[in-house]
């Protein structure tokens, strides 16, 4: 144990602007108000233990914690990325002779506050007091998700409030902020799409009143859990008190569709009874499709939903405007007033006026590099990805490195296997100019090694400081860490002619990356139809627009991209030049490394398919048209053999393959690629987790299987490791190819797509023009919800009774497809 004290002062390590990282190396107690800040945070498999005084944690990357411990004492966490506490439980709760020392411990629980940029990822959260007030708790993602265990702000005299705030969706388990004698504490749950909760436990004591409860969600909520309250009511959501009750508002986005059901929590609805007192409870079951409300305020109940908004008209036709005149670099290109394809415009339900007019992207500027020079650079971009990958797995870096003459041939074998022309593209970050040219075209952008990186760290002896500045440390260019003015650069190999490597003019490390996070935000924001045209034409100007001509002129069909770090998990097929998706004119994938890759290409029109997975859960969302999903894969469009729930385990999975080798495994079921270590990220069976570090246990890689396809994961988005795990599944699996979607999809839209994509699977030259024409067909509207049935091009399918009753829908948005990517061999 490691104890720090700053006597009377505040203790701060780190620096603001710092871009190292802050590790543990032991249990470390703080007896003085601490603040930790730096790049990234990492303190996992460790505890932080404080005295009551603030302990906050700050940090331009992620936040990846274990137990933080603080009696009465408050917890901030605040980071520019993900904050994942799953490793451990955060505790500021008070009891009679909490703290340590000197330690100001009141009676009341301290307040535990997160805040992130991207997902938040919790464990237990706990904040009570024995004999005072439970702390108040508020977790807030500005563009992304809250996830987390169960949350509890107790207390004798109140309980206290519990705040969650996001983007995308909310799942979190118990979140009680009830009270013994006093108040309850409020809770207010306010995302734009889906809410999962246990249960709500604001329940007032013998003297006081419940807790607001105020809940609103642009889709469905569910309380899939009951408890029994103070007045033996099997509840989901309960602020009853001895005093009286408090106000419960639902919110929910059912539009006179879906109903929302007291006693069915399948899809939009609580398992048991919701009550503000023995006086007032709506019991199980009762449905409700339009909005309801019963009781007298201020314990009133409101279920409130809005009747389906018209569709919005057509958008006027631009007027006609000049081209813009590339010989001045200070021009701007003018951007489409919408970025869809030419058919009939998008009528997404959540949008019933025109966008506001977005910024034109800058036109990008670039250098062109003589190709020599580019022959001695792939060496060093493999080189740097396939290690960079093998340090995360953990495994010895013994991978032969690729040449480029080895690059070719295979590009070259491709061609002649398919008759499509494929590229590999690098995009990685070099010195800005200034550097010594030579040095520069041989320098390329690794990440910082463990050693590099750890500015402060603590361990039994102490607290050790690497005082050395990244200017002062004399290492190889090919080590050197990442610096925000770092030049995008991009590198193409094609099978003939000669390679392109250009630098683009202005195209920093911190401005790529910012409109990278921001475009990550603003494509799964179904709302605001077009919000992302703005950061899609940019990324395209600076990644897809100085190779344009060059890829055109050659013909080429397919586009394999290898980016750096921060950059593997954008969604490249929805980048747009202002008239059209980059899908629409390339097929798409993504390697780890081609030197990792197995890039032999077999005909896969023959396989036959496993298809696996789950509808119920019993923590995470449920996936009611994964039953549908897996029959029509097996019995209407492939051969093959389906399992579902129970008979979906590690067991059952290893048996099916080694009795018959299926090119083909299909999982309809959650993953989680995760901040941390690679036995952090998963894919959820049956009967366990199976980590990404199991995989190779399967044996998928004797013989190999073809196409592994994961239908319902997601992505800790723009987090290094969680991506290398995202582009390495194939690898990890020992499967060839691999398709996976960045973020959570919805059961329309990855029911869609997967039916459409298997239906192209036998008609394509490889596997990554069959996600193509699946994802080109959703976007032109081809591929959409009508009369409770499923429209594709190859024909009409039912939905699953708990998606019938949703209203129709184009699911023409890049929300819908653009998760879906094609992870390495892609032919």
Not at 180 to 188: A, E, L, P, R, Y
Not at 733 to 749: P, R, T
Request: charged residues 15%.
């Amino acid at each position: 144990m490691v104890v720090l004290s700053s006597f009377r002062n505040a203790l701060t390590i780190g620096g603001a602007t710092s871009s190292g990282k802050i590790t543990l190396a032991d249990d470390t107690s703080f007896l003085s108000q601490v603040t930790l800040q730096a790049g990234s945070i990492d303190t996992a498999g460790f505890e932080i233990l404080g005295s009551g005084r603030a302990i906050a944690l700050l940090a331009n990357q992620d936040i990846i914690t274990g137990n933080i411990t603080n009696p009465a004492g408050n917890i901030t966490l605040t980071s520019n990325g993900t904050i994942d506490t799953t490793a451990g439980r955060i505790n500021s709760s008070y009891s009679s002779g909490s703290g340590y020392g000197y330690g100001y411990s009141s009676g009341n629980g301290g307040a535990i506050a997160f805040t992130a940029q991207d997902n938040i990822l919790a464990g237990d959260i706990i904040s009570n007091s024995i004999n005072g007030s439970g702390g108040n708790i508020s977790l807030t993602s500005q563009t992304a998700a809250v996830e987390s265990r169960d949350l509890t702000a107790t207390g004798t005299t109140n309980g206290g409030d519990i705040t969650i705030s996001a983007i995308t969706r909310i799942t979190a388990g118990k979140i009680n902020s009830s009270a013994s004698t006093g108040n309850g504490g409020n809770v207010i749950l306010d995302p734009e799409n889906d809410i999962s909760v246990s249960f709500i436990n604001a329940q007032g004591g013998s003297r006081g009143t419940g807790g607001i409860v105020d809940i609103t969600t642009g889709r469905f909520f569910r309380a899939t859990d009951t408890f029994t309250d103070t007045n033996g009511q099997q509840a989901s959501i309960s602020n009853a008190g001895g005093a009286g009750g408090n106000a419960i508002t639902i919110r929910h986005g059912g539009n006179n569709i879906t109903p929302f059901i007291v006693g069915d929590a399948g899809t939009n609805g609580t398992r048991g009874v919701i009550t503000t007192g023995s006086d007032n409870s709506i019991i199980p079951t009762q449905s409700f499709l339009d909005s309801y409300s019963q009781g007298t305020a201020p314990s009133e109940i409101k279920i409130i939903t809005a009747s389906p908004p018209p569709s919005p008209p057509p958008d006027p036709q631009p007027d006609p405007q000049p081209d813009p005149q590339p010989a001045q670099p200070d021009q701007k290109p003018i951007l489409q007033p919408d970025p869809q394809p030419s058919t009939a415009p998008n009528s997404a339900p959540d949008e019933a006026t025109p966008p506001e007019e977005n910024e034109s992207p800058q036109l990008s500027l670039f250098t062109t590099i003589p190709p020599a020079e580019v022959d001695t650079l792939l060496v060093d971009l493999e080189e740097s990805s396939t290690r960079s990958f093998e340090q995360y797995i953990g495994e010895s870096a013994d991978t032969p490195v690729k040449t480029l003459t080895e690059a070719r041939d295979i590009l070259l074998s491709i061609e002649k296997a398919t008759g499509i022309k494929p590229a590999l593209i690098y995009i990685n970050f070099v010195p800005a100019t200034g550097t010594p040219k030579a040095a520069a075209d041989k320098t390329i952008s690794l990440p910082i090694s463990p050693q590099s990186d750890v500015i402060w760290q603590f361990n039994a002896q102490g607290l050790a400081l690497n005082q050395v500045s990244q200017q002062q440390v004399a290492t190889p260019p090919v080590n050197r860490p990442a610096q925000n003015n770092d030049q995008l650069e991009l590198v193409v190999v094609p099978a003939k002619g000669s390679a392109i490597r250009k630098r683009v003019e202005g195209a920093t490390r911190e401005q790529v990356m910012k409109v990278a996070k921001t475009f990550r935000g603003e494509i799964t924001n179904v709302r605001n139809a077009r919000g992302y045209q703005a950061s899609s034409q940019q990324l395209y100007q600076w990644m897809v627009a100085p190779l344009e001509a060059e890829l055109q002129a050659r013909g080429m069909q397919n586009l394999v991209f290898m980016m750096d770090a921060g950059l593997r998990s954008l969604p490249m097929a929805a980048l747009h030049d202002g008239q059209k998706f980059l899908i629409e004119k390339y097929s798409i994938g993504t390697m780890p490394s081609l030197s990792l890759t197995d890039t032999r290409y077999v005909d896969i029109k023959n396989t036959q398919v496993l298809a696996m997975g789950m509808s119920k859960f019993a923590e995470l969302n449920p996936l009611p048209g994964v039953p549908v999903e897996l029959s029509i894969i097996t019995q209407k469009l492939w051969k093959g053999k389906s399992f579902l729930n129970e008979k979906f385990t590690l067991d059952n999975l290893k048996a099916q393959r080694r009795l018959v080798p299926y090119g083909i495994v299909h999982l309809a079921t959650h993953g989680e690629f995760k901040p941390g270590s690679v036995e952090n990220s998963y894919i959820q069976l049956w009967d366990t987790k199976l980590r990404l570090n199991q995989l190779r246990q399967l044996g998928w890689n004797d013989p190999p299987v073809e196409l592994l396809v994961l239908s319902a994961c997601r992505t800790a988005l723009g987090d290094e490791q969680a991506e290398l795990g995202f582009a390495g599944l194939a690898v990890l699996a020992g499967a060839k190819s691999a398709v996976a979607s960045l973020w959570s999809v919805s059961d329309e839209g990855t029911q869609g797509l997967m039916a459409d994509f298997y239906a192209q699977l036998k008609k394509a030259p490889i596997k990554a023009e069959a996600l193509r024409q699946a994802q080109v067909a959703m976007l032109k509207g081809q591929v959409r919800l009508e009369g409770g049935q499923l429209l594709l091009p190859t024909g009409n399918l039912p939905l699953p009774p708990e998606l019938a009753n949703l209203e129709n829908q184009e699911l023409t948005h890049p929300y819908y497809w653009a998760a879906f990517t094609m992870i390495g061999n892609p032919w």
